[in-house]
């Protein structure tokens, strides 16, 4: 019997290999933009992806999600998707048959968009990344568990592997549903307001500028005067002056990727 996977939202889709009844489950709005995440633990989605913004943009079929549960490809009584590495070593390996069968399932009458393996050995996540993902169809992504997956099924298909940072996870699973969220947030309609994924941190390689809001003075600190001038041009430049100074000072790399001075 084929283990189930959850879904959110009445615009998603869960993976079968079973026949779907087409008249129980709603149909997901045609073109919508779709992540389809290949994981061991299909109940760990949609997470914190059903709540807020984002949640409620799955709710509208805004975008879709389709956890794809790698054990229903395994191999015997108990579903057997990993094994010990070939040279020895602690731990096991997530099989090459076995996930290119999940892989050519979530490729199945899909349209072409991007192949990605979570690994804390791949280019690390970004906002351009998240910009390139948002404009695809979707994105297809692999969550590693145990010592890894197979070389040879990311050599044949030429996965792309990305990590979310210099650490280590024990699986995959939560490096996705970060990315997702800074993948989605970007699609049309999902945030409401355009203008405000343009001014956050890392949208022009800059950090966000501080905030302020009420009340006007908290323990004894006030609000920049400048923000309650009125003059929208010199609110522009202290902003941009602040992000500047904030980059150059917390994240040198960045400053020195645009080339300033």
């Not at 709540?51 to 879709?64: F, P, R, V």
């Not at 600190?221 to 002056?241: F, Q, Y």
Request: glycine share 10%; hydrophobic share 40%; aromatic share 6%.
């Amino acid at each position: 019997m084929v283990k189930p996977t959850k879904s959110h939202g009445s615009k998603s889709i869960t993976a079968s290999i079973t026949p779907r009844d087409l008249m129980a489950e709603p149909a997901r709005r045609p073109g919508a933009w779709c992540a389809k995440v290949i994981t061991l633990f299909p109940e760990a989605f949609p997470g914190v992806l059903s709540a807020s913004l984002t949640g409620k943009a799955l709710d509208q079929g805004l975008w879709a999600l389709d956890p794809i549960d790698l054990r229903i490809f395994g191999e015997g009584k108990h579903r057997n998707v990993d094994d010990t590495p070939y040279g020895g070593g602690a731990g096991m390996v997530l099989r090459a048959d076995i996930v290119g069968k999940a892989i050519e399932f979530a490729r199945r009458g899909a349209p072409a968009q991007p192949l990605v393996y979570l690994s804390p050995r791949g280019r690390r996540f970004d906002q351009a990344m998240a910009r390139d993902w948002a404009a695809a169809p979707g994105v297809t992504m692999l969550c590693g568990r145990f010592e890894g997956v197979d070389q040879r099924v990311l050599d044949h298909y030429e996965i792309e592997e990305v990590s979310l940072g210099d650490f280590v996870l024990t699986g995959g699973e939560l490096a996705a549903q970060a990315m997702i969220d800074a993948t989605v947030r970007l699609l049309p309609g999902v945030l409401g307001n355009a203008a405000s994924t343009e001014e956050e941190s890392h949208s022009a390689g800059l950090l966000e500028h501080p905030q302020y809001t009420r009340p006007a003075e908290w323990n004894g600190l006030g609000v920049p005067e400048v923000l309650t001038s009125g003059d929208h041009g010199k609110i522009a430049e202290w902003r941009e002056a602040q992000s500047k100074a904030l980059t150059k000072t917390r994240r040198p790399d960045l400053w020195k990727a645009r080339g300033d001075k």
